[in-house]
């Protein structure tokens, strides 16, 4: 009992993901590496690849799964500035690579 | 209540941390490092109505997750020294991203403030929070602060003293991760409580979530406490770990992640937070941003920025660097004049007025330089700098941020390796730090700029700049490509992602920038005065001892007696006095006794130790031109580059050691039969690229270790030296001569 109130208010991650990411069939078609994109713009996040401490290191940027992101600076053949959460994030060809995302709804 | 109450300041990179500390303590702090990494460790002291406080500024962190050394750092800090207080500044006009930090400070229980920093940019930004609510929500005293004008302080640091004197209990904060993970981390606290595994450190909880996320330091830690419950806790970690990314595809700490955010938006969507503009357009720094980093205007800003840096580092520096300079001229003037002749008066005037002197009249460029550097940093442009650079410097095996110790150390001619060395500091990557570390000390720094001057000057005259544009493109090759093949040999490793958080621009406050300036100036200060004036002491000692013969020193006595006796004492009398104009006899004299007193100066050099050093080399040091008074000076370099012209002064006994007086020299070594412009050329490849002077070796010791720092010494110095060997036989083979 007293874990189902604990679990009350904290659903976030789970309706992120299956609204948005994990299903191949919901965003196949758009789902593009960041890398790849080259324009400004709002864009969400479906997938981060990489090793384990990598996510990890993504997730506490707030890079996660299902969260929206601005392409502030697109790439360009080395780095591209994104802004989640209110911070402005570079990343490198190799992070961005591995960073799938889809254009907002 | 104890004498001192122990405060610690923790927050986000970015949020103020700095300001607050530099705010709080101004001048009385203290720089070090955390034992066994180089991890600025800052300290400083104030007192607030009697009460003592002595406040730690820890390392800016998103997590305290061991992801990175400052992670480490501040984790470790926390749970050692437990301070009583800690200070969490958050950033007002970015409350999501902070709190996530603030998050975790509250999982591990600490006693804590929040200081909500920059009201102001929040209140600009059309961002207004319901304090009361907040602190309703998060059970966390708040105090809304400035950092960068002082307002809230007084009433921050009320309240940490309040909170100081209540002397409570840690209360870890439970957050719920959801199903899996929950039901995994009360088996994970049942068996850490029950075999009382770490607990006397770390909360039950944390110690579980930590497993969960695979914290390498805890779990090393624990392996070595208790391995048989470590190993328990591992597979329990291990099974639900499986099983989400088997089913989701994802790690247990993107969930973790995730909860946080989400209990962090439980709260804020609670009215805490109300927007009166469109939470979705882009500030002001972000619309900076889309130029100053846009793929064709932001290197040009950058160039021109940087070329303004330099403009107004050496032109503001010119005087205060002369004013030093009299003031040093004076000095030895002085002691001249009160001290009797003698070794004392020559050790002080040669071995420590000229050695120490030389080098702290650089202090003012440094000065400037670092100011300029400050703004740049305190303004956030940096961050931008490292951004764009990131592209080239990749392609040598360094990191964007490697490019501040670059141009620190002279990339654009002028600067110093010492601070340079200093500033690898920022990079993250042990590996790109090093090979950063090792090639900085090739840069055309401003101890090198007079010898280059002087050479160029010399032989190159007609192309006097382009000359020295070369060198300075050439300095930059040969770095990147030494950098090259560090990383492709003994530095072998994958280049480390750059991510980073861009720091929104800021205006500098002036006070900042003094503290940042002053405390990278003093470490120059310190650092080169102290090793300078024991080797210059040595150097002295090097060239003086052993003295000539009695026998020969009265030859030359002979020889002064037998020209003075040729003349009438009237000539005499007016050659000894230190008149404007002479007669032509009196000049005649005077000169024809400045040619013996050189000759015996030559006579005694090359007597000396190193003068025999110098000779012994001659043979190696002549496939590259060198002759035995050129292989002195170079000897000389080892202890600092600007010894290389006083040193070159004294032994082709010019009498003249000023750099301001090179010219004379210059001519000498244009009538020099041992000096061309292929053996000039060879010089300055060598006096460019090889051993770093004694500081930088010590730095470099002191930042990595003496392995490196003698690594450093000898590979520059045999490269430097096939360099010049190569410029030297094929110029020769060629006739440039």
Known sequence: MKLKKFHKHCSYFTENLKKHCMRDHHCDEEVVPLSRQSKCGRFKVCKIHGDRKHCARMASLGLLPGEEMEIICPENGSLCVVKVRGGSITLDNDTSDKIFITATE | ?737
């Open chain 2, 1 to 737: 209540m104890s004498e001192f109450i122990t405060v610690a300041l923790a927050g986000n990179p970015n949020a103020g941390k700095t300001t607050l500390f530099n705010h709080l303590t101004g001048a009385r702090q203290h720089v070090g490092n955390y034992p066994g990494i180089t991890v600025d460790h800052k300290e400083g002291y104030f007192s607030r109505k009697g009460q003592n406080i002595r406040i730690t500024d820890l390392p800016g962190t998103y997590s305290l997750t061991a992801y990175s050394v400052e992670e480490l750092v501040a984790r470790d800090y926390l749970v050692n020294e437990q301070p009583q207080v800690v200070i969490n500044i958050v950033d007002a006009s970015n409350l999501e991203r902070n709190l996530y930090l603030t998050c975790q400070f509250m999982e591990l229980g600490v006693p804590m403030v929040i200081a909500l920093n920059m009201m102001d940019v929040a209140r600009d930004r059309g961002i207004s929070i319901n304090l009361e609510k907040l602190e309703q929500q998060l059970g966390v005293s708040i105090v809304p602060i400035v950092a960068r004008t002082g307002e809230g302080t007084d009433r921050l640091i009320d309240k940490t003293v309040e909170i100081a004197a209540r002397d409570e209990k840690w209360k870890p904060l439970s957050i719920s991760y959801g199903e899996d993970l929950d039901e995994s981390i009360l088996e994970l606290v049942a068996t850490i409580e029950t075999k009382n595994f770490l607990t006397e450190q770390y909360p039950p909880r944390f110690i579980a979530t930590k497993y969960l996320e695979d914290d390498e330091q805890i779990i090393a830690k624990g392996d070595e406490v208790n391995r048989e419950v470590s190993d328990s806790l591992k597979e329990i970690a291990g099974v639900v770990s499986d099983h989400l990314n088997k089913t989701m595809d994802v790690y247990p700490e993107a969930i973790i992640a995730d909860h946080r955010y989400g209990f962090i938006k439980s709260i804020i969507r609670q009215d805490v937070i109300t927007h009166k503009f469109d939470t979705d357009r882009l500030y002001t720094s972000d619309k900076i941003d889309k130029v100053v980093t846009n793929r064709l205007l932001g290197p040009i800003i950058m160039g021109v920025i940087l070329l303004g840096l330099y403009q107004f580092t050496f032109s503001w520096s010119e005087i205060p660097v002369r004013w030093l300079e009299s003031f040093f001229g004076l000095l030895g003037d002085g002691i001249n004049a009160l001290l009797p002749d003698g070794m004392l008066k020559s050790m002080i005037i040669s071995g420590v007025i000229d050695g120490v002197g030389g080098v702290l009249g650089f202090v003012p460029l440094i000065l400037f330089m670092f100011f300029g550097i400050a703004i740049l940093e305190d303004s956030g442009y940096l961050a931008r700098v490292a951004f764009m650079m990131d592209r080239i410097f990749r392609i040598f095996g360094l990191h964007g941020s490697s490019v501040m110790p670059f141009i620190v150390s002279g990339g654009v001619a002028g600067g110093c390796a010492v601070p340079g060395v200093m500033a690898t500091r920022t990079l993250r990557s042990p590996k790109e730090r090093m090979a950063t570390l090792l090639t900085v000390p090739f840069m055309n720094c401003g101890a090198k700029l007079p010898v280059l001057a002087l050479l160029i000057g010399t032989f190159f005259n007609e192309h006097k700049a382009l000359y020295m544009f070369l060198f300075t493109v050439l300095a930059w090759i040969v770095a990147l490509v030494a950098a090259k093949v560090l990383r492709m040999t003994v530095l072998r490793g994958a280049p480390t992602p750059f991510v980073m958080e861009l720091p929104p621009y800021r205006l500098p406050t002036f006070r900042g920038l003094i503290i940042h300036t002053w405390e990278r100036t003093w470490q120059y200060i310190k650092k080169a005065g102290t090793v300078i004036l024991g080797i210059s002491i040595l150097l002295w000692a090097m060239m003086t001892f052993p003295t000539l013969s009695q026998e020969r020193q009265q030859q030359f006595d002979q020889q002064r007696d037998t020209l003075t006796a040729s003349y009438s004492s009237q000539v005499v009398q007016e050659a000894q006095q230190d008149a404007e104009k002479l007669s032509a006899e009196a000049e005649r004299l005077k000169n024809e006794l400045e040619t013996i007193d050189r000759h015996q100066d030559e006579e005694s050099l090359r007597n000396s130790y190193a003068g025999k050093i110098g000779t012994s080399l001659e043979d190696i040091s002549s496939l590259a031109g060198f002759d035995w008074r050129t292989n002195i000076s170079l000897i000389g370099g080892f202890a600092a580059k600007e010894v290389i012209i006083s040193t070159m002064g004294t032994a082709y006994s010019m009498g003249i050691t000023d750099v301001e007086e090179a010219d004379s020299l210059g001519k000498r070594l244009q009538h020099s039969e041992n000096w061309n412009k292929v053996v000039a050329l060879a010089a300055m490849v060598f006096i460019m690229f090889y051993a770093p002077c004694f500081v930088t070796i010590v730095c470099i010791a002191k930042e990595s270790s003496w392995k490196w720092a003698v690594f450093s010494m000898i590979s520059n110095t045999i490269f430097a030296f096939t360099f010049a060997v190569v410029v030297y036989q094929v110029g020769t083979l060629l006739h440039l001569a």
